[in-house]
């Protein structure tokens, strides 16, 4: 089944911790993306990729940072949690950037006390 | 960033009733999406429609790129359409992603 994997769904953590959340895709897509989901702001984007090797910034990427180092894992580090981070993260991949929809990952609900 | 606005914000409606969302943005675009996040959190892509019409069983999307929205249509609502609406938009000229803030529907029976 052609799917966006995520890991943990839930998370509770204390500040200062180091975590990652772990992404995968099995269907050979180029695009990944990681969000954040608060209440009255919507979906904001922390980081994407285009490929392998290629990432960069969304509109929040303070605290936390991404890898591509092969095609299908797009991992989400945060190096030191804070409160301000606790949030709904969400995966998401498409077959390349130019075109085409998203699949998400089923999310990651995380909080940092 | 592109700014991405969604109305109605909250709706309510009778099963069985149809329903337009809107979706205006700023700037041009080269990608717009909608997607429902149903009640359990879960996101599902409805339509990658960066302009035209597309239809999908009760649900339609038209996008009209050159006066920068686009619409959903949902007709014959069912309880299980209940849930958050958004649209996302990538400008032309960029790489990111913008959401609006969601048209949250809810189906009563």
């Known amino acids: 089944e052609a799917q966006v994997t995520q890991n943990p769904r839930y998370l509770i953590t204390v500040t200062g911790k180091k975590l990652t959340v772990t992404c995968s895709q099995n269907m050979n897509h180029e695009y990944m993306s990681w969000y954040r989901q608060d209440p009255g702001l919507g979906l904001r984007q922390i980081y994407y990729s285009m490929n392998v090797e290629v990432t960069d910034k969304g509109d929040v990427p303070e605290g936390y940072k991404v890898s591509r180092k092969e095609k299908r894992n797009f991992p989400l580090i945060l190096e030191s949690p804070s409160p301000n981070q606790t949030s709904l993260y969400f995966c998401?991949?498409?077959?390349?950037w130019g075109a085409g929809g998203y699949t998400f990952g089923s999310g990651t609900r995380l909080t940092v006390v | 960033g592109i700014q991405v606005e969604q109305s109605p914000p909250d709706l309510i409606l009778q099963e069985g009733a149809n329903s337009t969302l809107r979706c205006n943005f700023s700037d041009s675009v080269n990608n717009l999406q909608w997607f429902h996040q149903n009640p359990w959190g879960q996101l599902i892509n409805l339509f990658y429609i960066p302009s035209g019409t597309k239809q999908n069983g009760r649900l339609s999307a038209t996008t009209v790129a050159t006066e920068r929205y686009s619409l959903l249509y949902i007709s014959s609502s069912q309880t299980t359409d209940s849930g958050v609406y958004f649209c996302a938009v990538r400008r032309g000229t960029g790489n990111q992603f913008y959401f609006g803030t969601g048209t949250s529907l809810t189906v009563i029976p």
């Open positions: 998401a991949s498409s077959l390349y």
